[in-house]
């Protein structure tokens, strides 16, 4: 297959496109365009508008004017995702639309699966092989007949991948695709981007981590509040820029977190050799009053599990945990009447009440509060809702908007707002800036440090390396349910807990 | 610049407004306060039934049982007010009781044992139609005493009968449980997000439990208030309504997959469909019409709530689950 590489030979192109959902306008006469065979990211603020672009490409949703011209041929004003996906629009959303109880075979032939000769009857075997061939085409870690449910984040989106490619995709649109995905994922799909463009396939990526923007993008372009600020050549541009030109002005990574002297604080939680059969093994840690204890590792190396079985949402098997000194069982009641909070790592399905407003979504766990008597306090509830809006500047800062309509990383601080407006003593954070833009991970890491500086516990979770080490006082690396190797009082650096979360203790045991 | 979407109660209002003036210029009848206290009068036993009856509805769930339960309940009353001499008061207080622990085993099933509400309260309304046949020995009773159980549904107040003051009671009751309540909330969140709900220290389970056995007490209460009115009780007495209920909730803008809902919606959607049928009588539309026109209408109201459907300019199409950011 030829592919043209000249400059100008647009593969989509909008001009004014313009979008309002229910009266602000979201997209402001957005001229954007994506060349052939290039990798374009697309960045921007928390509720630039970046996810509601790519609704519009994609045929998820309707714009109000402006024109949309694909390979070519002028879109209409109301088209499906349907007919964006004939014309080889493909897209990977962040929920990922594949079948739960299909292989993996199945999900990327669904609707089109090879049939036994004419019959309609559906030829599983040869579907496989098909599926198969596919896989190895591009070495991607899966197998065919894997059941979805089986897989990991990462592989899912690899099927979701090879699903739009058996679709003779040309545009590939990605939106915050590395959110959920470890350093190794990351490379992977990396890797497969590329190959992607070798192809003459365009990409379009969304994301908040500059340095991915930087590593993988041809051109980049910046949203601010719905407006077209730039489109820029990468050749051309510093990340710092990049960030000016998003936010309106540069910032300033604080300095690190200066390691406060736990043993001088009294200890807060202190776990002893719990253990889950098929989770974690025999954990044992203290958190002391105030201190940030990160725990690091791999996805899937059971510090989330650690941290759910803390909270008290999955039962402990042995081993004992003690809260400010008395023997504690954790369950959820007992851990909301005492102080502790939960932050959990999928929004969607664990964090977000989508059809309420921003008020009912803090007041859920503010209940106690908010009604000691069973009737709840209209107005407290309303400057609860005010006070996590400003705290985590939540935008539009509308307490009665719903929650379902807000933009992803404004979602996120809104799960963060309603256990950040609770008087807390311990919190569990797991995966805190999943989808939040640069400048408000930087309000995010200040007020995690203001907690702590105000005597609260933290442990956080986190696959974000520099957030560990900007963060934490001391860092727990979990493998495979263990704890694998603790640091403490030494800097911390993410290639030394990646060795370590990677079973490499040679180097990081020289420093404890 | 802003604008908020408009509250589906007021589009309703709006649309209801809409209709009354139609009619009665269509109709000359229909603007006279005896046609207008039909209507009423008609929804009220669907209002009774609503008020609770959107509980589990808004957890996700849904309540067939309420028609057979009314029916059941009516004859329990009778049985304990006719046959066993038991004093009306206590009778009624006995018989919501009841009402109440039937809905609380629904909701235990539900709840714990994890089968689908459908099932169970379809299995619930079978059943207990079979145990009002077996009370009632499948004949209509009919209850002439004693009078101050008679004039609960019969007799009137300041002109207007005594059901809509009942029904206005339970829906401004039940409005309060839903939006002012921590009770309410929680129901809300376990509709809209279970698993959200459970982390934020919601006990799912007992709202749900909580949630059928309200169905059940309002259940109860349909029935008191359906036998008094008749003055007759039998199985079949009110089998049905539990549609015409749904019908009500989903029009007033209660989801069907849980987490949103008003019951003064589904009072605004029991009056409109009273309306449009009474509309149809009064144009002398024929009977075997009225069910098109009515399904039509359920249908209209559930993809302009749901935002399958939308009208440009009146923000009716507005949806927070579906269009979230994908
Ligand atoms: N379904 C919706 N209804 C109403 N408003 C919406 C809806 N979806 C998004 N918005 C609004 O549109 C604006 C842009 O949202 P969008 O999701 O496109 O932002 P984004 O750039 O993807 O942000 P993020 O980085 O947080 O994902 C936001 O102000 C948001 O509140
Ligand atoms: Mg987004």
């Known amino acids: ?512 | 610049m802003k604008r908020k979407s408009i509250p589906t109660e007021l589009k309703l209002a709006g649309v209801l407004a809409l209709l009354m003036a139609a009619l009665s210029i269509l109709s000359p009848r229909f603007l006279t306060l005896d046609n207008l206290t039909n209507v009423i009068w008609s929804v009220c036993l669907i209002g009774i039934l609503s008020s609770g009856a959107i509980y589990p509805r808004i957890t996700g769930g849904i309540d067939l049982s309420l028609g057979s339960m009314a029916a059941l309940m009516g004859i329990v009353a009778d049985l304990f007010m006719n046959k066993l001499g038991v004093h009306w008061i206590p009778s009624i207080l006995l018989t919501m009781a009841i009402g109440g622990s039937i809905g609380l085993f629904n909701g235990f099933i539900v709840a714990k044992i994890k089968v689908p509400a459908f099932v169970v309260t379809m299995a619930a309304k079978t059943y207990l139609y079979g145990v009002a046949l077996v009370v009632s020995q499948g004949a209509m009773l009919a209850i002439l005493k004693p009078q101050p159980f008679i004039a609960i549904g019969t007799g009137r107040f300041l002109g207007l009968p005594n059901p809509i003051y009942i029904m206005l009671v339970l829906v401004v009751a039940s409005q309060f449980l839903l939006k002012k309540t921590a009770f309410g909330r929680k129901v809300m969140a376990v509709g809209a997000n279970e698993v959200a709900a459970k982390l934020s220290g919601v006990d799912p389970d007992a709202i749900r439990l909580a949630s059928y056995a309200i169905s059940g007490v309002t259940s109860a209460i349909g029935g008191v208030v359906l036998a008094s009115l008749t003055q007759q009780v039998f199985a079949a007495a009110a089998s049905g309504i539990e549609l015409e209920v749904m019908t009500a909730l989903v029009i007033g803008g209660t989801s069907p997959v849980g987490g949103k809902g008003s019951i003064v919606g589904a009072l605004l959607g029991a009056i409109m469909v009273a309306f449009i049928i009474n509309g149809l009588n009064l144009l002398n539309i024929p009977a075997p019409f009225h069910p098109i026109v009515t399904g039509v209408v359920i249908l209209l109201a559930l993809l302009l709530n749901e935002g399958h459907l939308s009208i440009r300019g009146l923000g009716l199409g507005r949806s927070a689950g579906r269009q979230a950011s994908i």
């Open chain 1, 1 to 512: 297959m030829e592919t043209k590489h000249a400059n100008g030979d647009n593969l989509l192109t909008c001009k004014g496109v313009t979008k309002s959902y229910n009266g602000p306008i979201v997209l402001d006469n957005v001229d954007f365009s994506v060349r052939r065979g290039e990798v374009h990211a697309l960045v921007g603020e928390n509720g630039a508008g970046k996810s509601t672009l790519i609704k519009v490409v994609t045929g998820a949703t309707g714009r109000n004017s402006g024109t949309i011209t694909f390979d070519g041929e002028q879109m209409p004003l109301e088209f499906s995702r349907k007919d964006a996906q004939a014309r080889g629009i493909a897209c990977i959303f962040q929920e990922l639309s594949l079948i739960p109880g299909m292989t993996v075979a199945q999900n990327i032939f669904l609707a089109k699966e090879p049939t036994i000769g004419r019959t309609r009857i559906i030829d599983k075997k040869k579907m496989n092989h098909q599926a198969q061939a596919l896989i190895d085409k591009y070495k991607f870690p899966l197998k065919a007949e894997a059941a979805i449910d089986s897989i990991s984040i990462a592989q899912r989106q690899l099927v979701e991948i090879l699903k739009a490619l058996s679709d003779n995709a040309k545009l590939m649109i990605m939106d915050e695709p590395t959110s959920s995905l470890t350093k190794t994922e990351v490379e992977m799909l990396f890797e497969i981007i590329h190959t992607l463009r070798g192809e003459g396939i365009s990409v379009l990526y969304i994301s908040h981590r500059m340095e991915e923007v930087y590593a993988l993008s041809d051109r980049v372009t910046v949203l601010r509040d719905g407006k077209l600020v730039s489109i820029l050549n990468k050749d051309m541009i510093s990340p710092a820029e990049i960030i000016r030109l998003m936010i309106g002005h540069s910032i300033s990574e604080k300095a690190v977190h200066h390691r406060l002297e736990s043993k001088r604080s009294p200890v807060v939680l202190e776990v002893e050799n719990i253990t889950t059969v098929g989770k974690f093994e025999n954990i044992s840690f203290s958190l002391h009053k105030g201190e940030i204890l990160g725990l690091g590792g791999l996805v899937g190396s059971g510090r989330t599990e650690v941290v759910r079985a803390l909270y008290g949402i999955d039962p402990i098997d042995s081993g004992s945990v003690k809260f400010l000194g008395t023997p504690y069982v954790p369950s959820v009641k007992a851990s909301i009447a005492a102080g502790i909070g939960f932050i959990p790592e999928e929004r969607r399905l664990q964090g977000i009440l989508a059809t309420q407003t921003i008020t009912s979504n803090i007041g859920i766990a503010n209940l106690d509060v908010l009604a000691p008597k069973g009737v709840v306090s209209i107005r407290k509830e309303l400057e609860r809702a005010q006070k996590g809006i400003s705290l985590l500047n939540v935008k539009p800062p509308d307490p009665s908007h719903l929650v379902g309509n807000l933009s992803g990383g404004n979602q996120q601080k809104v799960v963060l707002a309603k256990w950040l407006v609770r008087d807390l003593k311990l919190v569990f954070i797991d995966e805190p800036t999943v989808g939040i833009d640069i400048g408000a991970k930087e309000e995010i890491y200040e007020h995690i440090r203001k907690l702590s500086a105000e005597g609260v516990s933290i442990l956080l979770v986190s696959s974000d390396l520099p957030e560990l080490t900007r963060l934490a006082d001391r860092v727990l690396v979990l493998r495979k349910g263990r704890i694998f190797h603790e640091f403490k009082d030494c800097v911390l650096t993410g290639e030394k807990i990646l060795r370590a979360a990677s079973g490499i203790i040679e180097e990081a045991a020289d420093e404890a």
